[in-house]
C-alpha cells in the first residue's frame, strides 16, 4: 500500500513490492523493493544531500541505513517537480516496516530542512489472509 507524506512542502510517497524472485523463505531471506517519489510543492528549490532509514523486522530489529544522496544522487528538485528511484533491502522475517527521513539544503535561504519519509510496512503476501 503507497504511503504519503509532506513536510515542509515536500511530499514522500513510497511503495513497497515483495520480491519473490530474489527471496529464499527458507533461508530466511526476503527482499522487498520499494519505489519512492519526490514531489517538491513547495515554493523553493531544494537538494536532497542525505537518508537515515530506520529498518524493523517482526522481531523488533533494527538496523539503520545512512549516507550521501539517493542511488548515488544529490538531485535538485525545483517547485513543480519530481524525482523518483527504485531501492531495496533484504530482512530475514516476512514482516517489518520502514520510515525515516531526508536532510535536504533549501536553496533560497540556505536553510538545510529534516523531510520524513513515512512508514511503511514490508509484508510477504503468503502470510496475509
Known amino acids: 500500500m503507497r504511503q504519503t507524506q509532506i513536510t515542509q512542502g515536500i511530499e514522500i510517497s513510497i511503495q513497497p513490492a515483495y520480491q519473490e524472485q530474489y527471496s529464499n523463505p527458507t ?13 517538491n510543492a513547495g515554493q523553493a528549490t531544494v537538494q536532497l544531500l542525505r537518508r537515515h532509514w530506520f529498518i ?39 514482516i517489518g516496516k520502514m520510515y525515516g527521513y ?13 523531510v520524513e519519509i513515512p512508514e511503511f ?9
Open 27 to 39: 533461508q530466511e531471506k526476503y527482499v522487498y523493493a520499494y519505489h519512492v517519489t519526490i514531489r
Open 121 to 129: 510496512h514490508l509484508v510477504a503476501p503468503f502470510i496475509q489472509n
Open 56 to 94: 524493523y523486522d517482526s522481531g523488533n530489529q533494527l538496523r539503520e541505513v545512512e549516507g550521501e544522496g539517493v542511488i548515488g544522487q544529490t538531485p535538485v528538485i525545483r517547485p513543480g517537480e519530481s524525482f523518483e528511484y527504485n531501492s531495496w533491502t533484504e530482512m530475514q522475517t516476512t
Open 102 to 114: 531526508y536532510t535536504m539544503l533549501r536553496k533560497a535561504d540556505g536553510a538545510m530542512i529534516e
